[in-house]
């Protein structure tokens, strides 16, 4: 099997996966979160052994877990903003490998991820805007009365949170460079370690939170 179809393959049963614990409940929220800590920690700890900033990340990885239950919340006003924050992510990084893939060009920090072009991050931002914007249409699914608009405010939004997420993938890439690794684990297949897979969402995740609850709050 080719690692596209790996690829296409380990999504399609992980998505529905995560999406399963993260409507369910904060109870079963927690529990994944829990397990990803684990599987995250032990990659973080290989990658980062006799390193100098093992410590932090083991500190930043329990700080970015914190601030994503609090972003998942209790109701679905929030549940509404935790998928709003995950599918940028998730569009982000779709776009990027696509329009990366189709268009190629020029490479934004080749030292640091070589595979990353200008045309990916703004096939990045393309999808993500434009999956929002639906997602927010369609706002009803989860509850009547949530907000169904998207205006300035949310375009923004979406362009801040889709950078966040490019600069996390940026920033795993320079310790798996430092560490001399291509990948942080194997876990995933098509896809390499936990960290590979999420490694905007735990910079984007806790940076929602924050930036929501100080300009945005309804």
């Not at 994503?68 to 709003?84: D, K, P, S, V």
């Amino acid at each position: 099997m080719s690692e596209v179809n790996k690829r296409i393959l380990s999504s399609l049963i992980l998505l529905p996966t995560a999406l399963f614990f993260i409507i369910k409940g904060m109870f079963y929220f927690k529990f994944f979160m829990i397990i990803f800590f684990l599987l995250a920690a032990f990659e973080w700890n290989a990658l980062s052994k006799g390193k100098n900033y093992k410590i932090p990340g083991f500190i930043f990885l329990i700080t970015s877990i914190y601030f994503t239950i609090l972003l998942r919340g209790n109701n679905n006003f929030e549940l509404y903003i935790f998928l709003f924050a995950i599918l940028t992510c998730i569009s982000t990084d779709i776009g990027g490998y696509v329009f990366g893939n189709i268009f190629k060009g020029p490479k934004i920090i080749k030292s640091i991820s070589p595979n990353k072009t200008y045309a990916g991050s703004i096939g990045g931002y393309f999808l993500s805007v434009i999956l929002v914007y639906f997602f927010l249409k369609n706002s009803y699914l989860i509850e009547d009365g949530l907000p169904n608009y998207f205006g300035k405010n949310e375009f923004i939004f979406v362009l801040l949170i889709s950078t966040v997420s490019q600069m996390g993938d940026f920033i795993i890439s320079y310790f798996k460079r430092k560490s001399k690794i291509k990948n942080t684990g194997s876990i995933i297949p098509g896809h390499g370690g936990l960290l590979d897979r999420t490694d905007g969402m735990i910079f984007a995740l806790p940076f929602t939170y924050i930036f929501f609850n100080l300009f945005l709050n309804y």
